[in-house]
């Protein structure tokens, strides 16, 4: 080194940094993978991160990224050109459905009471404000169609299939799509339908679903039975999921269930069922506590806690407190088209039970069989008198 500096001039306590700023290394058996560049070191990490099988020198890396970013723009050209494409074709099949759909919409005249109801309650919960359209369920927040998404569901798609709903292509293509049995499928959800009849007919149906009608006829008419049934089921399970929810527990939700809570809204309110499922989830949620038991099991056991809890009060062993709604579960568009403007009572599709709501207005054979069910039953007199004090006397004294 001494004779490096005198040859070069250089002072010999220089030459280390000047070594360490000149030198490099060249690695012959590593060579650019795409133009066969030899690759060459200048530092000590570079050596030790080097991948000799699998370099590829600045030039070629650059390319490599420039075609990459091209495949990419390339791959994303081409998913909206489908994307365009199946919307294109999405859009002629649903034109073509609304073209049979207005050939279909039945007369104002020939739609039954029960139908009548069910649009009012669209018109009501729905109805965007110049009353051509619906806006989505996703968007209603300020009174809800009905009380359980699933009959929210089940009242579009009944409306849509009476040709009373129309599609409405341009607004919710992307909510509807085409599936391989060239069926519709539609995403309530988010799906917005143009309504069949002008504003006109439609405040008259409004008006008519308000006034007083014929309750005799409703009330032997199995549909109209049917959906009432169906609002106090949706009102119970509602509330049982969120009651569930609220304690990170989520019971299976299947035909037994319903079934159960069908049984036990034949005979108690909805008023009395929340009182019964809030009971019924709490102590689920203080089964999880005990050694060994899941969220599981504790969701499992929801629906023998129910029935539990439901025989308690039917064979009037357990007294109950009055549940008043939670802000949570609000009365609904259905619920009062269904129940307040039908029998002039306030929020009774909460505080009744169907057979008190119907049977005054029951033929007088039905009724007969109806009274004589209930005098023979002694546990339904028991319950009756529990109950009591939810029913409001003006449902009896308006008859
Ligand atoms: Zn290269």
Redesign the pocket.
């Given at each position: 080194m001494l004779t490096i500096g005198q040859e070069f001039g250089l002072k010999h306590q220089d030459i280390p940094s000047i070594v360490k700023a000149n030198a490099y290394l060249v690695v012959l058996d590593c060579q650019?993978i795409?133009?066969?560049?030899t690759k060459v070191c200048y530092t000590r990490s570079q050596l030790t991160q080097l991948k000799p099988d699998s370099w590829?020198?600045d030039?070629?890396w650059k390319v490599l990224q420039e075609r990459r970013e091209q495949e990419y723009l390339d791959y994303q050209l081409e998913q909206e050109r489908l994307e365009e494409e199946r919307k294109q074709v999405a859009l002629e099949y649903i034109n073509d459905y609304r073209g049979n759909q207005l050939t279909e919409v039945p007369l104002i005249t020939e739609l039954n009471e029960v139908d009548k109801l069910l649009l009012a309650t669209t018109i009501e919960g729905l109805g965007s404000e110049n009353l051509k359209t619906t806006i989505s369920l996703r968007d209603n927040i300020s009174l809800f169609l009905s009380p359980f998404f699933g009959l929210d569901q089940k009242i579009l798609h009944h409306l849509f299939k009476l040709n009373l709903l129309l599609l409405a292509p341009e607004e919710s293509y992307e909510y509807i799509s085409v599936n391989k049995e060239q069926e519709l499928e539609i995403d309530y959800y988010q799906a917005t339908f143009e309504f069949a009849y002008d504003t006109n007919d439609l405040t008259k149906i409004m008006v008519d679903a308000k006034s007083k009608k014929n309750i005799r006829a409703l009330v032997s008419n199995t549909q109209f039975e049917m959906w009432c049934q169906q609002i106090q089921l949706g009102e119970c399970l509602s509330y049982l999921i969120t009651r569930a929810k609220l304690n990170n527990l989520a019971p299976p939700i299947g035909d037994k269930l319903i079934s159960l809570l069908r049984a036990c809204i034949a005979e108690c309110s909805v008023s009395v069922m929340h009182y019964i499922i809030y009971k019924a989830v709490e102590s689920a949620a203080a089964y999880v506590q005990k050694p060994n038991i899941t969220r599981k099991h504790a969701s499992n056991s929801i629906s023998g806690n129910i029935e539990r809890v439901f025989s308690k009060i039917y064979s009037g062993s357990w007294s109950h407190n009055k549940s008043f709604r939670d802000a949570s579960h609000p009365q609904s568009a259905m619920a009062k088209i269904f129940f307040d403007y039908v029998f002039g009572v306030d929020d009774g599709g909460f505080h009744h039970t169907l057979d008190e709501l119907f049977s005054p207005y029951r033929s007088q054979k039905t009724l007969e069989q109806v009274s004589y069910a209930t005098l023979g039953d002694a546990r339904g007199t028991n319950y009756s008198v529990t109950i009591a004090l939810d029913i409001k006397q003006s449902c009896f004294t308006d008859v």
């Open positions: 650019c795409e133009c066969g560049k590829r020198c030039d070629c």
